[in-house]
């Protein structure tokens, strides 16, 4: 199955800064690549995915860059805000039968942004 | 607009007992996944379900059964709760053919 691998676990950045998470993943048949933040207690909320066909996609002042070939993507937020301040996971389509879509999810990075 | 409806938002068991959790996709999502997630940890994938059929089969005990009805709700039974149940269980639903997922509001199982 697929493994997603995500760095740092923590991550503190002053307000106005930028912030970058990165993934990795093991199976090169993934090809959907979805970021979600999720604030204590609440569900993973979709901000942002990219498809395998594109490299890089940005809405508002999030961006995501994906490299196929080293197999790994990653997330960025620009002038961060204290309301930007939460847990962010990515994750892949694992393998497998067409149309199952199961999510496997890195270990998820805590994002402070300190005012 | 209309989002994935989970019920109950909370629920407190006894070891032993038994628990059913309900899941409402957004209208017109036929597909349906139920996540578990431990505090800390990221949300880990149980099963899916499309058209009433079981679609995919994650890390779920054996002492949980899920199934999906008609109207594309779905429920997951949970028998001989043990401790380590303790959670919070996402459901999420999708288009089939569409990757995206959608996810409900988590009910919060406690097992005493």
């Known amino acids: 199955g697929e493994n997603v691998e995500q760095h740092p676990s923590t991550l503190s950045v002053q307000e106005g800064d930028s912030a970058v998470i990165k993934c990795t993943y093991s199976?090169?048949?993934?090809?959907?690549f979805p970021w979600y933040k999720q604030e204590l207690g609440k569900r993973p909320q979709l901000i942002i995915d990219?498809?395998?066909?594109?490299g890089e996609k940005k809405d508002q002042r999030i961006a995501v860059t994906l490299n196929k070939t080293a197999k790994h993507f990653s997330l960025h937020i620009t002038e961060t805000q204290p309301e930007d301040s939460a847990v962010y996971f990515c994750a892949a389509i694992s393998g497998g039968r067409s149309n199952d879509y199961k999510l496997s999810f890195g270990a998820g990075t805590t994002v402070t942004v300190r005012a | 607009a209309a989002g994935v409806i989970q019920s109950p938002r909370h629920l407190i068991k006894e070891k032993r007992e038994t628990a059913t959790l309900k899941c409402y996709p957004i209208p017109r999502h036929d597909t349906v996944y139920w996540y578990q997630q431990g505090p800390g940890q990221d949300p880990q994938f149980l099963i899916s379900?499309?058209?009433?059929?079981?679609?995919d089969k994650g890390s779920i005990p054996d002492r949980f059964s899920a199934q999906q009805f008609s109207d594309y709700h779905s429920e997951l039974n949970m028998s001989s709760l043990e401790l380590g149940d303790s959670a919070l269980y996402f459901c999420?639903?999708?288009?089939?053919?569409?990757?995206?997922?959608?996810f409900g509001p988590g009910t919060r199982l406690l097992v005493l």
């Open positions: 199976d090169s048949a993934s090809n959907y």
């Open positions: 379900f499309y058209e009433k059929m079981q679609s």
């Open positions: 999420a639903s999708s288009r089939r053919g569409l990757e995206t997922q959608y």
């Open positions: 990219i498809r395998s066909n594109v």
